[in-house]
């Protein structure tokens, strides 16, 4: 319309972000109409959309070795975790699977990591961040999409809630953040339209879930709500 206002920046964003999410439920829904659901199937939806995750932008702050941010608590949806998993188990030697396994099982016995209090309180490092060598993700290749979506334009204010221990506003590209964040929130969405169940879970739980219970990969495929106890409120 002629006389219509300029779109303001926050809905040019809001339309953008609206416009990733539809294209990526339909992309991911026809892939998995066209391939059925199997974990090499989720294994490559979770590629496809790792490599559709766009470079962190400039003015970012993040660097190797700051892992301010791995102290805090991991959401990701189920496909992501058992993709993670899997990958995990193919590709370590026994040794170092061993190796993540206790780290895993350290962490979850610590007390209850779905909380965000846990994590903010006892400044625990998440399982998978080597902090014996620079404080870097043993997993980054693999790392989850909210993993990939968090970042900081402020250093400060990261170092400032992790010393507090208290949720502080982290300065970030928002955009960036939601639309990498929601590659995760597509997974969770397709999967319960296709009657799976499906919701966001605690990585650590889950994790610790998968480690527990070698069958829950294929309970979960055949519908069973094996991860119930890691579901995030
Ligand atoms: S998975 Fe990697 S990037 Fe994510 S919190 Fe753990 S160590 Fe950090």
Not at 83 to 98: C, D, K, M, R, S
Not at 187 to 199: D, P
Request: glycine residues 6%; contains cysteine; proline residues 5%.
């Amino acid at each position: 319309m002629e006389n219509d206002p300029p779109e303001s920046s926050e809905d040019r964003s809001k339309h953008l972000l609206a416009a990733y999410m539809a294209q990526g439920l339909d992309k991911l829904t026809a892939f998995l109409d066209g391939n059925g659901i199997s974990l090499p199937v989720l294994g490559v939806a979770m590629e496809q959309f790792t490599k559709s995750v766009f470079d962190l932008p400039e003015g970012t702050a993040c660097k190797q070795g700051c892992a301010y941010c791995c102290h805090l608590k991991v959401g990701v949806s189920i496909p992501e975790v058992l993709v993670i998993y899997n990958e995990l188990a193919a590709q370590t030697t026994p040794e170092g699977f061993e190796f993540l396994k206790e780290r895993v099982l350290e962490v979850a016995a610590k007390g209850n990591t779905l909380t965000e209090d846990f994590w903010l309180s006892t400044r625990t490092p998440c399982p998978f961040l080597d902090i014996d060598k620079n404080q870097l993700c043993m997993i980054y290749t693999l790392r989850p999409f909210s993993c990939r979506a968090y970042h900081s334009t402020e250093i400060a204010a990261c170092q400032k809630g992790f010393e507090q221990g208290r949720e502080t506003l982290i300065p970030c590209f928002p955009l960036y953040r939601a639309t990498t964040d929601m590659y995760a929130s597509i997974f969770t969405k397709v999967l319960a339209e296709k009657g799976f169940f499906s919701y966001q879970v605690g990585f650590v739980k889950a994790f610790e879930i998968l480690l527990k219970n070698k069958n829950a990969s294929g309970q979960w495929l055949n519908r069973e709500d094996v991860f119930a106890a890691a579901k995030l409120g």
